[in-house]
């Protein structure tokens, strides 16, 4: 029987990232072949990355860049914050951020990428199992434009926080107004760019909504039809980012703000953590319960 060393277990270690125990049990099933050791645990990390899969990842990191005319944003979630911190999600992170620049027309073409020799989806499952938490990659976004202006709020790390924003622009003073335009992207959270961006069906559903609400309160038609104009443009001040009061100087929209400074807003993405997904509710009392027993 070959001697499983302290040596041994330590170095697959290193290489693995995986527990002792967990290193020294490989190593004897594989009669100490350090190589067969590594397979052996990457398959076995892919039974556990599976078994996690359906816990709730609704923490992580958002991360961005940006290179020339052209900026990637992705959001890679985790079950807990304490995760997020982890130097070694947060470097593979920063990671598929770069390959997301040139890789990132879906978060499916994303995860088929490849990463140091293997997909970016099996490099996560790989980091599931090294860290023991569930994982994903949620989302990706890629902006390009004269200008790109990328902002991060809640910094963790460079180009890593709870909401990114990347913005294109042109225009001589794009990058100064575009990091304004930004900062108030993240804090009033516009869905669409323009009125025109807005989608018919989108429209269409708030107009039913708000002319039924008209028509309950009994007035005529013609009354009705008014106040539907009146809150469809409130709707759009709520949504539509040109249309925004701008958070800076609440006395002019965003538009306003924007062609003073002679510039033009082309498009722009915004991630905030873990928006949409639903959290895990626990219930105390049935908890405490299941544990009198």
């Known amino acids: 029987m070959v001697e499983i060393t302290a040596k041994l277990v330590g170095e697959l270690r290193e290489k693995t990232g995986v527990g002792m125990m967990e290193c020294k049990k490989a190593l004897v099933a594989c009669e100490g072949d350090l190589e067969k050791a590594i397979d052996f645990l990457r398959k076995k990390g892919v039974s556990v990355a599976e078994k996690k899969a359906g816990r709730v990842a609704n923490q992580g990191l ?108 042109t225009g001589a003073n794009a990058a100064d107004v575009g990091k304004k335009v930004a900062m108030h992207i993240a804090a009033s959270a516009p869905k669409f760019l323009s009125i025109a961006d807005v989608d018919a069906d989108t429209a269409a559903h708030e107009k039913g909504i708000y002319a039924e609400q008209a028509r309950a309160s009994g007035k005529p038609e013609a009354i009705i039809e008014k106040m539907v104009e009146g809150r469809m443009r409130k709707f759009y001040e709520e949504t539509v980012l040109l249309e925004q009061a701008f958070i800076m100087d609440p006395d002019k929209k965003v538009k306003d703000v924007v062609a003073e400074a002679g510039c033009t807003v082309t498009s722009f993405a915004r991630f905030n953590l873990g928006e949409g997904i639903e959290k895990k509710q626990e219930d105390f009392a049935a908890e405490v319960a299941k544990q009198i027993g």
């Open 62 to 169: 958002v991360g961005l860049t940006v290179k020339g005319n052209k900026g990637a944003v992705v959001e890679l979630n985790s079950e807990t914050d304490f995760v997020a911190k982890n130097t070694d999600f947060q470097a593979f992170l920063k990671q598929v951020v770069d390959l997301a620049l040139d890789n990132g027309k879906d978060i499916e073409t994303l995860k088929a990428a490849s990463l140091n020799g293997k997909t970016v989806q099996d490099n996560l499952v790989d980091l599931i199992a090294k860290i023991g938490e569930n994982m994903s990659l949620r989302r990706v976004a890629v902006v390009e434009g004269e200008t790109v202006v990328p902002y991060i709020h809640t910094v963790t790390a460079e180009g890593l926080g709870k909401i990114g924003v990347l913005v294109a622009l």
